[in-house]
């Protein structure tokens, strides 16, 4: 079964990507072949390259946002520019309106 990963090239702040895969091994080569800033924002070095598996909980959603194809045959692949929140900017889980939690509740609780 494929498993939602958030793959850097070792900062963050420079951009991340959702990698579906099998582990983090193959997650970071996915991306390194399918994304296209990925190498830059490693600085050309692929031991920089990182992936994290996302919360178990979360899942769910990740799954939605998937290429359905590729999940149903478990071909593994990036989504290069997942959903961002419409508020902060920021791609994670998010509700039927566009907003992430953290905006949906004014900023007062993560
Ligand atoms: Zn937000």
């Known amino acids: 079964m494929l498993k939602p990963y958030v793959v850097d090239g070792g900062d963050m702040e420079e951009g991340a990507c959702l990698v579906f895969a099998h582990n983090v091994q193959e997650a970071r080569k996915v991306a390194w072949k399918e994304v296209s800033w990925i190498e830059e924002a490693a600085g050309g070095e692929w031991i920089y390259v990182r992936a994290k598996l996302l919360p178990r909980e979360e899942w769910d959603y990740w799954f939605t946002i998937a290429d359905q194809e590729k999940l149903k045959k478990e ?6 520019d997942p959903p961002a929140c419409k508020k902060c900017g920021y791609w994670t889980v998010l509700n039927e ?5 953290y905006c949906q509740t004014g900023g007062e609780e993560l």
């Open 75 to 80: 071909v593994p692949h990036a989504i290069e």
């Open 97 to 101: 309106n566009g907003v992430c939690k």
